[in-house]
């Protein structure tokens, strides 16, 4: 059964922190993905990546680094956080077929 | 710029009526279509579209695709209040890129 696990469900940080929210997949998946999902905006990629070390910008990167040093395992980094990053952040992967993404449960952040 | 649009962006209705979510696209290129269900965690996968005409069904559940005139719809029939959730739609451009552009999703409530 494909699974996508994240660290954490709820985070409360405070302005200028730094902050990671880490996804694990167990399926051997060779892309991963970082979303944030806000009310009206639908989902929003930040980060991807398709292999290990292998990264590549979303459609909103700033203020946001990604780290993939193993396959299982893609993390999102908040180098500095600011309050318009409180937002829901979805993980996902996908085998080749870029078709099927399976996401993880979400990591709601506030940031205050 | 690719593009999904999803509308209506919230709907509320009664149990046991018929819904019709609907999805635009502006792509380059396409490959596919995907609908996913989102309840209060992480989006579940629906249907995959690639051919114009042929339904997808799925008990109440069905989606059909216009490639010509580039939407999606999704049709719940006899709805139910655990169809509450966000339903999204995203668009596979076929980019080489892998990833998908997400509408905003449509907020449906179904009142008892």
């Known amino acids: 059964d494909v699974k996508v696990t994240q660290s954490s469900r709820y985070l409360v940080k405070r302005t200028g922190e730094k902050v990671f929210l880490e996804c694990v997949q167990d399926?051997?998946?060779?892309?991963m993905f970082w979303y944030r999902q806000d009310p009206g905006l639908g989902l929003r990629l930040i980060y991807f990546s398709y292999d290990v070390k292998m990264k590549e910008k979303g459609d909103i990167p700033e203020g946001y680094s990604v780290s993939r040093e193993k396959k299982e395992r893609f993390s999102l980094i908040l180098e500095s956080a600011s309050t318009n990053q409180t937002s829901m952040y979805l993980c996902?992967?996908?085998?080749?077929?870029?078709?099927?993404?399976?996401f993880g449960p979400g990591t709601r952040l506030l940031v205050l | 710029e690719d593009k999904v649009v999803q509308s209506p962006l919230s709907l509320v209705v009664h149990e046991g009526d018929t819904v019709t979510l609907n999805c635009s696209y502006e792509?380059?290129?396409?490959?596919?279509l995907l609908w996913y269900k989102q309840e209060k965690k992480a989006p579940t996968f629906l249907f995959m579209l690639t051919s114009s005409g042929i339904e997808k069904k799925s008990g109440r559940l069905s989606s059909i695709l216009d490639k010509k005139e580039l939407f999606s719809i999704l049709n719940i029939t006899a709805t139910q209040t655990g169809d509450s959730a966000i339903y999204l739609c995203a668009v596979d451009p076929d980019q080489g890129a892998q990833k998908l552009v997400f509408g905003q999703g449509t907020r449906l409530t179904i009142n008892p």
């Open positions: 399926m051997d998946h060779e892309n």
């Open positions: 792509v380059t290129n396409f490959r596919s």
């Open positions: 996902a992967s996908s085998l080749r077929l870029v078709e099927t993404q399976y």
